[in-house]
């Protein structure tokens, strides 16, 4: 097959989720550059902790506190950094946002743009996962922390991957998860921002079914930034990949 019907690379073409299949989502999954490096790291840790490690009470402690806590922190980091509209407004916070997040809401289906960006969520980690866990257990709490928290990244990739998935669960957990996460996307963005668990969102008051909240929200999915925003924060715009259709309005696909 020549070059001009061969076809390209795997992560090369576009992957959206409402199209394919668990099996076809297990594939990509364990493809993706990001899956396979916290899954490398994680492994490192795991060797690295056999040569420095700490006492099972720390070490527990550890893990269990990263378990404990990584709702909280994806509840913190969703609503008050990637729901935030003082990062397009930052021209040095622009192009992270519109990574990490914009464009997430602008095509939510799409699996290139769902995951983290690394540059991103590894230094999150090191901050909220390594660190208490060398303040609990030194280097190898540390270690354990950063495992843990690498762990839990995995799983919350995987979920919210299945969430978007063209798949109706038949388990009324996973029918509840994937319903208000849906609801997030495609009808009101200031709430339901757990992914697996919603208890933060129920203390907090963010929590709603569409029956509490009839309306749609006009910014479901530009998150606010308008075509006025963009006229005076031109950032975003800027930088905004042909294909995504004008800055403020969804992409059709």
């Known amino acids: 097959m020549d070059q001009l019907t061969s076809p390209a690379p795997f992560w090369q073409r576009s992957h959206h989720l409402g199209r394919m299949d668990l099996a076809d989502l297990v594939r990509a999954y364990f493809s993706h550059y990001a899956v396979i490096v916290y899954l490398a790291l994680t492994a ?43 990062m397009f407004r930052t021209p040095v916070l622009a192009a992270t946002w519109k990574r990490i997040h914009y464009d997430h ?75 208000r996460h849906m609801e997030h996307h495609f009808h009101d963005e200031s709430g339901n921002f757990g992914i697996t668990n919603f208890a933060w969102d129920r203390l907090f008051g963010t929590l709603y079914t569409r029956r509490d909240r009839p309306a749609k929200s006009p910014t479901v999915f530009n998150l606010g930034y308008t075509e006025a925003a963009a006229r005076r924060y031109p950032w975003v715009a800027n930088r905004t990949r042909a294909g995504y259709g004008h800055v403020g309005s969804r992409r059709r696909h």
Do not use: N
Not at 50 to 68: G, N, Q, S
Not at 144 to 170: N, T
């Open 44 to 86: 490192a840790c795991l060797i690295a902790f056999a040569r420095w490690p700490a006492a099972a009470i720390p070490t527990v402690a550890t893990v269990l506190l990263i378990a404990f806590a990584y709702p909280l922190i994806w509840y913190v980091l969703h609503r008050w950094v990637l729901h935030s509209r003082w």
């Open 105 to 179: 809401h602008m095509d939510p289906d799409r699996l290139e743009i769902l995951f983290g960006a690394l540059y991103t969520t590894l230094p999150t980690l090191l901050l909220v996962a390594a660190l208490p866990g060398w303040l609990i257990g030194g280097t190898g709490g540390a270690l354990a922390g950063l495992a843990a928290g690498l762990l839990c990244s995995c799983f919350y990739e995987f979920a919210h991957c299945v969430q978007h998935l063209g798949w109706k669960p038949r388990h009324p957990w996973l029918a509840d998860m994937k319903r």
